[in-house]
């Protein structure tokens, strides 16, 4: 976000300098001691789940946890089903990896928003759910959710719920956890790092619902895959607890926005109104047009076809930042026809 951070993450980081920087009392712990907690307070006072803190671990960030999930319980080969277009790092997980693509392809629906067909996930291992959804900022409803879980408890697949756009979903749309409806299949993957702009923080948290995931990572070394940082987990837990005053101003702030981009945005844009995250997925109607937009109107945006399948038309617009700088861009863009 091109917005200035939390006070309260910035006072609970120089109260840490100030104080100590040796070996905090959690780093030898399996999970992931005052963040596993602060995790299960958020997720039972915002969502309704209660989980276990004892079954958490933290990573870096998502992309890393992504990555020891798929290590530990997959092999090459095997299919992981991913609703399209998708967050373009993961994209670039499942090539590395060699764990092949099953698009699940996201279609323009009849209102304002964005539908997918669940197509046959026979020969998959995984699922790997991103809700919201990236880059369309879809939120997935209750029986969007149920059908999924049908499809898993059918052809015996581990879940990889992507949680961290929840904080920013509007209303009258709400997040609902996964693991709430499929527990023992969920591993449920978030982070403080979106919604409260602490991008190098470089914390996350996995939720281990499934017990055979759970038993697998235990079976690792305990530092193989890293460790979270003091700073991370002080910035985390300090958003978490303390932050949502400010989260609330954010979330007003860019529910304007996203209106006011379909008010002003130009006729030669395709527009769908997230109901959730910070994100415009724009459809400009041929490739390459993300390149076009930053030599002609100096606007950068994302070009969608990193995105995967169904993006190659598309780019993507950030628009967590100040009103000035958004009325700018729409300006720049309003002049490229």
Request: charged share 20%.
């Amino acid at each position: 976000m091109d917005l200035p951070t939390a006070p309260e993450v910035i006072e609970a980081l120089r109260r840490r300098a100030d104080a100590d920087l040796g070996y905090p009392a959690w780093l030898d712990k399996p999970n992931a001691g005052p963040l596993a907690e602060a995790f299960a307070e958020r997720m039972a006072g915002r969502y309704g789940w209660s989980p276990d803190p004892s079954q958490v671990r933290s990573f870096n960030d998502l992309n890393q946890a992504l990555q020891v999930l798929l290590q530990i319980w997959t092999k090459p080969g095997d299919g992981v089903a991913l609703h399209t277009p998708a967050y373009h790092p993961f994209l670039t997980t499942l090539q590395v990896m060699e764990r092949p693509l099953h698009a699940i392809q996201a279609e323009p629906d009849e209102g304002d928003s964005w539908r997918f067909e669940v197509p046959d996930l026979s020969g998959c291992r995984v699922l790997l759910l991103v809700n919201p959804h990236n880059p369309t900022g879809r939120v997935f409803t209750r029986e969007e959710l149920t059908e999924l879980a049908e499809q898993a408890e059918r052809h015996d697949l581990l879940v990889i719920a992507d949680e961290i756009h929840a904080d920013l979903t509007f209303e009258p749309h709400q997040h609902i956890p996964f693991a709430t409806i499929l527990p023992e299949r969920t591993v449920t993957l978030t982070s403080a790092t979106k919604a409260f702009n602490l991008g190098g923080i470089r914390v996350s948290v996995a939720h281990l619902g499934h017990p055979g995931v759970r038993k697998a990572l235990e079976a690792q070394p305990p530092f193989v895959y890293g460790s979270a940082n003091l700073f991370g987990v002080e910035a985390t837990v300090a958003a978490w607890r303390h932050g949502d005053a400010w989260l609330e101003e954010v979330r007003v702030l860019l529910d304007r926005h996203r209106h006011t981009i379909a008010a002003r945005l130009p006729d030669t844009f395709g527009y769908r109104l997230p109901q959730a995250t910070y994100l415009a997925w724009l459809h400009v109607g041929r490739t390459g047009m993300a390149e076009v937009i930053e030599r002609e109107a100096k606007v950068l945006l994302t070009d969608g076809a990193g995105f995967g399948p169904g993006g190659a038309e598309y780019v993507r617009l950030n628009f967590a930042t100040s009103e000035p700088v958004l009325a700018e861009i729409l300006n720049r863009l309003s002049r490229l026809g």
